[in-house]
């Protein structure tokens, strides 16, 4: 399989980019709503990929937070309004239960020439929708916190008013602290679910790993040194070879060997049930977050 068809093509869209953009009436500014995790992520990846600091801005909620932002960045901290009215792009990034008061701010000073990307887990773009004034472009994207060493993995769906040149603005966005996907926006929540979720099940499982390591009598450091690059070592074999795990974990599974010793003890215990039941779980966790905002 080769893993590059599923990125998308930026540079072959005919549309509008930040960098065309820039060239017919100057580039675009970026305000980020909410800089917590996520939002600094994307701060500081769009400041390594080449924006300026006067480029960019972000509001949040306590001022020792935004003196921490500005003194680590040199970007702007601003209100609400004020974002709204010098942002060409607005990337929300507050958590989904704090979207109704940011809504209720945002909706008397945005217009449709303004675009809207939202990185809220679960809450769909119609949301936006039916809360900011009409013809207001919004694009929902889910990226996930590997973006904070520049590796996310960024799914992008557009609202009703939302077209190609938008989409393309937020493409190459993300992909300067990452990589980006279009899917429908039905399929967000899987994608929440995968993606979003998905450095945690990572984590949790190089975690399970070094407990392992310690069981069988290694030092903590030795495991951890061990495990983690075996997880460097395995996800960039997957992202370089373009081979199916399968095939890659067969190659590593010899008859009578001790791979497969561990393997049965694996499938034993239900762990690939465990992982599918786990991730469903997830996705609809996700859809109750959107059902939260449902009007009625
Ligand atoms: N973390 C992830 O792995 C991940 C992955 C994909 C997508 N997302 C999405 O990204 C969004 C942000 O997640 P996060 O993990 O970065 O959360 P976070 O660290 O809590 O960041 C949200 C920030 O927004 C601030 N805030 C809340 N309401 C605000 C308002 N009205 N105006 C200005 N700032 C406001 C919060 O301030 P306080 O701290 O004072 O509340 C906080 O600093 C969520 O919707 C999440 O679903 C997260």
Not at 9 to 27: F, I
Not at 122 to 130: A, D, N, V, W
């Amino acid at each position: 399989m080769c893993r590059t068809t599923l990125l998308v093509a930026t540079r072959q869209d005919p549309v509008v980019s930040l960098t065309d953009m820039t060239e017919e009436k100057g580039r675009p500014t970026i305000a980020v709503l909410g800089a917590g995790k996520i939002g600094e992520a994307l701060l500081s990846g769009l400041l390594h990929g080449g924006r300026q600091a006067d480029e960019l801005l972000f509001t949040e909620r306590y001022p020792e937070r935004s003196a921490q932002l500005t003194s680590a960045y040199g970007i702007r901290a601003t209100d609400v309004p004020t974002a709204a009215k010098t942002a060409d792009v607005l990337v929300v990034a507050v958590k989904p239960q704090d979207i109704e008061p940011l809504l209720d701010e945002l909706a008397p000073v945005v217009d449709a020439e303004t675009l809207v990307v939202s990185l809220c887990a679960g809450l769909p773009t119609s949301l936006f929708e039916r809360r900011l004034p009409a013809g207001v472009p919004v694009v929902r994207a889910m990226p996930n916190t590997p973006m904070l060493v520049g590796e996310a993995m960024s799914a992008i769906s557009p609202g009703t008013h939302a077209e190609a040149e938008h989409l393309a603005v937020v493409e190459e966005m993300l992909s300067t602290v990452g990589k980006v996907v279009r899917v429908p926006e039905a399929q967000q929540d899987a994608v929440t679910a995968l993606s979003g979720s998905g450095p945690a099940y990572f984590f949790f499982l190089v975690e399970a790993m070094i407990d392992a390591g310690i069981l069988l009598g290694l030092p903590r450091a030795v495991a951890e040194a061990l495990i983690i690059q075996s997880a460097v070592g395995a996800a960039t074999m997957l992202a370089q070879t373009g081979e199916h795990p399968v095939i890659l974990r067969e190659a590593v599974t010899s008859p009578a060997g001790t791979t497969i010793s561990a393997i049965r003890e694996l499938e034993k215990h239900g762990v690939r049930a465990a992982l599918i039941a786990a991730i469903e779980a997830a996705r609809d966790r996700s859809r109750e977050l959107g059902a939260a905002h449902e009007p009625g």
